[in-house]
């Protein structure tokens, strides 16, 4: 009988730890970043579009060239993105070096969602304050201009090692 048992706890564990090895070698997803023009009664409207990262490199995204179009969007919204994801937006073209604003946000969550939020929202902060619960601005200009639906640019850098390839809707 103790030998059935030892056999029995030694296989559990074995399986056990091939488990636990597998999840820890999944990839994290990137999550993804939704854009609206509008919010009414809490909701989006108007056009939207969904943005997600690229594991370990740059995914630039030029509002002309997305259903949300250049100089429309207003809000933002994070669902499952990764921890320390940073994302730009700015009110030029992603290649652009001059702008009006620029803004720079981190995620110290992992992984890190959020309620829908303003852009404008990002202009009352300063660099290291938090955002709301998970999201930091780590990156803050503003030289002049509108920022409410002027949005021409996001950039979302996901860390190497997430997993997650561009995807424009």
């Given at each position: 009988?103790?030998?059935?048992?030892?056999?029995?706890?030694?296989?559990?564990?074995?399986?056990?730890?091939?488990?636990?090895?597998?999840?820890?070698?999944?990839?994290?997803?990137?999550?993804?970043?939704?854009?609206?023009?509008?919010?009414?009664?809490?909701l989006p409207s108007g056009k939207q579009c969904?943005?997600?990262?690229?594991?370990?490199?740059?995914?630039?995204?030029?509002?002309?060239?997305?259903?949300?179009?250049?100089?429309?969007?207003?809000?933002?919204?994070?669902?499952?993105?990764?921890?320390?994801?940073?994302?730009?937006?700015?009110?030029?073209?992603?290649?652009?070096?001059?702008?009006?604003?620029?803004?720079?946000?981190?995620?110290?969550?992992?992984?890190?969602?959020?309620?829908?939020?303003?852009?404008?929202?990002?202009?009352?902060?300063?660099?290291?304050?938090?955002?709301?619960?998970?999201?930091?601005?780590?990156?803050?200009?503003?030289?002049?201009?509108?920022?409410?639906?002027?949005?021409?640019?996001?950039?979302?850098?996901?860390?190497a090692g997430e997993v997650g390839s561009s995807?424009?809707?």
């Open positions: 009988m103790k030998r059935h048992c030892m056999a029995a706890l030694v296989i559990g564990m074995f399986s056990g730890f091939h488990s636990v090895g597998q999840a820890a070698t999944e990839p994290v997803r990137p999550g993804t970043i939704q854009l609206a023009e509008n919010m009414e009664a809490g969904t943005v997600v990262g690229v594991a370990g490199m740059p995914a630039p995204y030029n509002m002309s060239n997305t259903n949300c179009k250049n100089d429309t969007i207003s809000y933002f919204k994070f669902n499952n993105v990764p921890s320390t994801t940073t994302v730009t937006f700015k009110s030029d073209g992603c290649n652009d070096s001059n702008y009006d604003w620029r803004f720079v946000v981190k995620t110290t969550k992992q992984p890190t969602t959020t309620g829908w939020m303003s852009i404008e929202e990002l202009n009352a902060h300063r660099e290291g304050d938090p955002v709301t619960a998970g999201l930091e601005l780590i990156k803050h200009v503003y030289n002049h201009g509108n920022i409410k639906g002027k949005l021409s640019c996001v950039v979302i850098r996901v860390p995807a424009r809707k």
